[in-house]
């Protein structure tokens, strides 16, 4: 009798609720009884919860966890910056999107000048000082809905999206910006107390045409540059 009774509490029983804590797990499961909860350390071994019929586990550490290899897969490691596989991937709904729209896009190449100068004189880790300072100033002269990539190397790509429909309008505004950049990347770099200049060159493509391949367009933002 005890055991239908028990096998009846089972076919009742449901996950209620569920929450999770900073090294901890917690598991809530109700039925006819009521609700059973259980608070366990992750090094706490896991035992089932009476009268459950279904268990949701939650571990925030494995969400967590994906999400930064996700993240690790999509961006550059020394900058924080998109990768090229990001960045072509939103260069690539970008097109579609100004294919829809009709308005321009902008697509700009970025190198540095000087920068084997630089590591060869002042070392690799002074080299990645600079990249890093780079990307930063490049991330405030764009606006928020710009991307900001670095491709490689001394490498980096911005993607302007969403500009006017007239093309003189988008070339002024990618001008502008590119003014910007410079002027902004012309600043003396202070890398651990060595202070350097750097100079940068830019080349500069403009997009509406949705017959433009992504290849073709970093050929002629390359050719520019």
């Known amino acids: 009798e005890r055991a239908a009774d028990d096998a009846k509490h089972r076919r009742r029983a449901q996950v209620i609720a569920i929450g999770d804590g900073p090294g901890h797990r917690i598991e809530a499961a109700g ?5 059973g909860v259980r608070l366990a350390g992750d090094n706490q071994r896991r035992t089932a919860l009476d009268h459950a019929d279904t268990v949701l586990l ?24 998109p990768n090229r596989r990001l960045f072509m991937d939103r260069l690539q709904q970008g097109l579609l999107a100004s294919a829809r729209s009709g308005r321009n896009g902008v697509l700009m190449l970025l190198d540095l000048d ?4 630089v590591n060869d004189t002042l070392g690799h880790n002074m080299g990645d000082l600079l990249l890093q300072q780079v990307g930063q100033r490049l991330v405030q002269c764009v606006r928020g809905v710009d991307t900001v990539a670095r491709l490689g190397g001394d490498e980096f790509v911005l993607l302007l999206e969403n500009l006017s429909t007239d093309s003189s309008n988008a070339a002024a505004h990618a001008e502008g910006v590119g003014h910007k950049i410079l002027n902004s990347l012309n600043k003396p770099y202070n890398l651990a107390g060595t ?18 391949a ?12």
């Open 58 to 81: 939650l571990r925030d550490g494995d969400a967590r966890g994906a999400g930064q290899r996700r993240h690790l897969a999509q961006h550059d490691v020394l900058t924080g910056l």
């Open 195 to 212: 202070h350097c200049h750097n100079t940068p060159s830019i080349g500069i493509t403009l997009f509406s045409n949705p017959k433009y």
């Open 214 to 225: 992504l290849e073709e367009l970093l050929k002629q933002v390359d050719m520019a540059l």
């Open 31 to 35: 039925s006819d009884d009521g609700i």
């Open 114 to 117: 000087k920068f084997k100068t």
